[in-house]
């Protein structure tokens, strides 16, 4: 297990750099910061699913499952998240679109292995979130309700996710294709909000077990941290809903 969530780090890791990197290339080589075509997808997808790794392979270790699943999910979902970022990077290089680009058949073997693995990403996920749900996890005070919201949330932005990119195929499919590109844009909001409580939630409780307070005081903080970050994911869908 150990070498696993070693191999997961470091793959989260230079995700991450990666990330940082292109931030770089993106300050000399300038361009749209918006757009289907800019340096923020390998920017923000590096950063995104590198810190989503990490956070996973540490959350995934307070949940009551065996170690040898825990350790395969870990490497399968690593392996999918070098291919995400890979191919946005590849097509980001190229000058294209990653997503929802059916130009060439090149461009639709990308977009259509993105697609995939984000299916595969949606599955691996949510067999974690319910193992959160099926057994209490372990942890100090205030771990357990976070590490279950955490994952909750975090089914939102799989299913915002999913949403952006049915809508866009389908508009695709049917010969729209600036449209389908523009189509994702009010979804990105609760995606991006919702993607990574299950790494503040559960970092937050950590950090307050550090603390001297009781365990009713960081239990509550924690229950408060959880209430605004629902708040925040309500508002992201009602933002979405008004703008679709």
């Not at 080589?29 to 590096?46: H, I, N």
């Not at 279950?148 to 499919?173: C, H, N, Q």
């Amino acid at each position: 297990m150990r070498l696993a969530e070693r191999l997961c780090h470091a793959t989260g890791l230079l995700l991450v750099l990666s990330g940082l990197a292109h931030l770089g290339v993106f300050a000399v080589d300038g361009g749209p910061w918006d757009g289907p075509v800019s340096w923020r997808k390998p920017v923000t997808f590096g950063l995104s699913f590198g810190a989503t790794l990490i956070a996973v392979t540490w959350v995934t270790s307070y949940l009551r499952v065996g170690e040898r699943l825990r350790a395969t999910l870990l490497v399968v979902f690593a392996a999918d998240c070098v291919v995400e970022v890979g191919g946005i990077t590849l097509q980001a290089w190229r000058r294209v679109p990653s997503h929802l680009n059916m130009q060439t058949p090149f461009d639709t073997a990308v977009s259509m292995t993105l697609a995939v693995g984000g299916g595969v990403l949606v599955a691996l996920l949510t067999v974690f979130a319910v193992a959160s749900f099926r057994h209490r996890p372990t942890g100090p005070a205030g771990m357990p309700l976070a590490v279950r919201s955490g994952f909750a949330i975090l089914l939102v932005a799989l299913a915002s996710g999913a949403a952006m990119i049915a809508r866009g195929v389908v508009l695709t499919r049917t010969g729209h294709q600036q449209a389908a590109y523009h189509s994702t844009a009010p979804l990105k909001p609760l995606h991006g909000v919702s993607l990574h409580a299950v790494l503040v939630l559960p970092a937050l409780a950590r950090l307050l077990s550090r603390t001297s307070w009781s365990e009713q005081v960081r239990q509550r903080i924690v229950t408060a941290a959880v209430g605004a970050y629902a708040a925040a994911v309500v508002g992201a869908g009602l933002w979405a809903v008004l703008t679709y």
